[in-house]
């Protein structure tokens, strides 16, 4: 143990290719921001990295596999990538006030547009709104790599960090879920700003209702996250919610870069 931080990692190797990367780190308190709400900063985040997915995101497949030399560069890189991964989140929960005609209303007079979004709540009595990144290093890291024209492994590692980041959000969704199980609640599908009918610029909202500075977060004047390795998403909590994908409500979902 160091300090309040905990961490268990591990790697295997199988039939020539890499496994699984995991760690875990420790809860923070909960934390009040300057308008009341209460909200939390977790750094318990148990993210498990699948690195033939990562490779399979690469292009290979059964039919074409990465040569040894390709797969000693992948364990050198994943290896080096887990040493730059910093893992943290926060999130809050406020109650919807009004969800209809496709406009979302929360506590404190905040407001989301779109219909899909609006829908997907539907039955929602909560929002629970969350912010997770892997922090700065390793998109520094591919940086510097395409500085050096080593682009190959420029975009391993940066595959590698999607990955791990879409796995912090993974954690951070089941984490709500457990909440709203605890109050016999359920969740519905996550979504974030930018897919489908949800206008990227309301990303300004989000870090309106979150202290995003907590866990070293900024926006753009053009609504992109610093951290790039960053993810918003929204969720809604209640009795009556499922987790249908919001491609059921939608008429557009045929060939939508979106579709889940």
Request: aromatic share 8%; net charge positive.
């Amino acid at each position: 143990m160091v300090s309040d931080i905990v961490i268990n990692h591990y790697i295997t190797i199988m039939s020539g290719n890499l496994g699984v990367s995991a760690f875990k780190y420790a809860n923070r308190p909960l934390s009040k921001w300057s308008n009341g709400v209460e909200q939390k900063v977790i750094d318990n985040f148990e993210i498990k990295i699948d690195h033939n997915e990562v490779i399979q995101s690469l292009g290979y497949n059964n039919q074409t596999q990465p040569t040894a030399m390709l797969n000693n560069m992948f364990n050198r890189l994943f290896k080096e990538g887990w040493g730059l991964l910093s893992p943290r989140g926060i999130y809050v929960i406020n109650q919807i006030r009004s969800n209809r005609d496709g406009m979302i209303y929360i506590e404190n007079s905040f407001a989301f547009s779109s219909d899909i979004l609006s829908r997907t709540l539907s039955g929602a009595t909560h929002l629970a709104i969350f912010l997770v990144t892997i922090g700065k290093k390793l998109a520094q890291r591919v940086l510097g790599l395409m500085q050096q024209e080593r682009m190959a492994e420029a975009m391993a590692l940066d595959s590698y960090g999607s990955k791990a980041v879409e796995a912090a959000a993974e954690w951070m969704e089941s984490c709500i879920g457990d909440i709203a199980s605890a109050r016999g609640e359920k969740i519905t599908r996550r979504f974030s700003p930018g897919y489908c009918d949800w206008d990227i610029k309301q990303q300004e909202v989000i870090f309106n209702l979150i202290d995003s500075g907590q866990i070293g977060v900024s926006l753009t004047d053009s609504f992109m996250m610093i951290p790039e390795k960053s993810i918003s998403a929204a969720l809604g909590m209640g009795k009556g919610v499922s987790k249908r994908s919001p491609c059921m409500r939608c008429s557009k979902s045929k060939g939508c870069r979106d579709k889940r």
